[in-house]
């Protein structure tokens, strides 16, 4: 199975238990896929899995801090740590 398709079921599986309040897959041919869910505080949330680059980015999560401040590299360190 494909990585953008093992992605794209992990994400239904989280949205069929009503972890989501919405979930879509767009393409998902090959290893890039992106999905669209409906999550915290019903906001929209585009996600784009990258199987090449093997990342996955999730839009709207901390839009308004500045990528060399202290709290992104934290958030980064927070992140690598798990």
């Known amino acids: 199975m494909k990585e953008a398709q093992r992605a794209g079921d992990l994400l239904q599986e989280y949205a ?3 972890v989501f309040r919405s979930f879509s897959r767009y393409g ?3 290893r890039s896929a992106e999905f ?8 929209l949330f585009q996600w784009v899995w990258d199987g090449v680059k093997q990342t996955l980015r999730v839009s709207c999560v901390l839009p308004a801090v500045p990528a060399k401040s202290s709290m992104y590299r934290d958030f980064k360190a927070w992140l690598k740590a798990r």
């Open 36 to 43: 669209h869910l409906l999550w915290h505080r019903d906001q």
């Open 28 to 30: 998902g041919r090959g």
């Open 16 to 18: 069929e238990r009503g």
